[in-house]
């Protein structure tokens, strides 16, 4: 049971550039969630999904697109990468009350 | 609106020392709440939550928070810190277990 993964763990891109950051849960869990993480501010809560094929915004979802074709799965999308989305980014799945959270994945965008 | 204040930044405490991290809440009704450390370069862990009933909660690693309605405060509180608890820690409401409204989070310090 590895519970929340994402790779990768650190990324570097150019502004402009796309990317897909991978999340996966082996949890059966039904909902999952994108969060952003930056210095002083928290998390702040991306995009959600309550289930395969379900998705909506959170609180700051501009720039990022999401989908869930399978429970297990919930990749986060970087059409068009800028400076402004440099943060930590965190993917967490909800089950037993508890949103556990993934280790995150460092992303540089210069 | 929904918003979590955690009104320190940054505590230092000596080691065995007792500790209380502050957390204050704005919602309508009763929320669902939460605390998360998160050491250096890692995820976030629960340490404990409340959705109702007692207002004293037990938590992992010897921690415990009171939930004051009165107050809208959720405060965590351990009774001697150990060096192994620094670390930064995250006060978190939420409406049900999802979209949870996180705080600015507080960096613990611990001196030996």
């Known amino acids: 049971n590895a519970g929340v993964t994402q790779t990768p763990k650190f990324q570097v891109l150019k502004t402009g550039q796309s990317m897909t950051l991978q999340c996966a849960q082996d949890?059966?869990?039904?909902?999952m969630s994108w969060y952003r993480q930056d210095p002083g501010m928290g998390l702040r809560l991306i995009h959600y999904s309550v289930g395969a094929g379900i998705t909506d915004q959170g609180e700051v979802p501009n720039g990022y697109n999401v989908s869930r074709s399978t429970t297990e799965d919930f990749p986060l999308r970087l059409l068009s990468a800028a400076p402004s989305q440099t943060s930590v980014y965190f993917c967490?799945?909800?089950?037993?009350?508890?949103?556990?959270f993934g280790p995150g994945t460092r992303l540089l965008v210069l | 609106a929904q918003s979590v204040t955690q009104p320190d930044i940054h505590i230092t405490v000596s080691e065995g020392a007792s500790l209380e991290l502050r957390c204050n809440y704005s919602?309508?009704?009763?929320?669902?709440l939460f605390w998360y450390v998160q050491s250096p370069g890692q995820g976030l862990q629960l340490l404990l939550k409340?959705?109702?009933?007692?207002?004293l909660v037990q938590g992992i690693k010897g921690f415990e928070a009171e939930f004051k309605r009165s107050q809208s405060s959720f405060n965590l509180r351990k009774p001697s810190v150990h060096w192994s608890d620094a670390a930064e820690y995250f006060c978190?409401?939420?409406?049900?277990?999802?979209?949870?409204?996180f705080g600015t989070g507080t960096r613990l310090q611990v001196f030996p």
């Open positions: 409340y959705f109702s009933g007692d207002t």
């Open positions: 919602y309508g009704a009763t929320p669902y």
């Open positions: 978190a409401v939420a409406p049900n277990t999802d979209k949870l409204i």
């Open positions: 967490a799945s909800t089950g037993r009350e508890t949103q556990y």
């Open positions: 949890m059966n869990h039904e909902y």
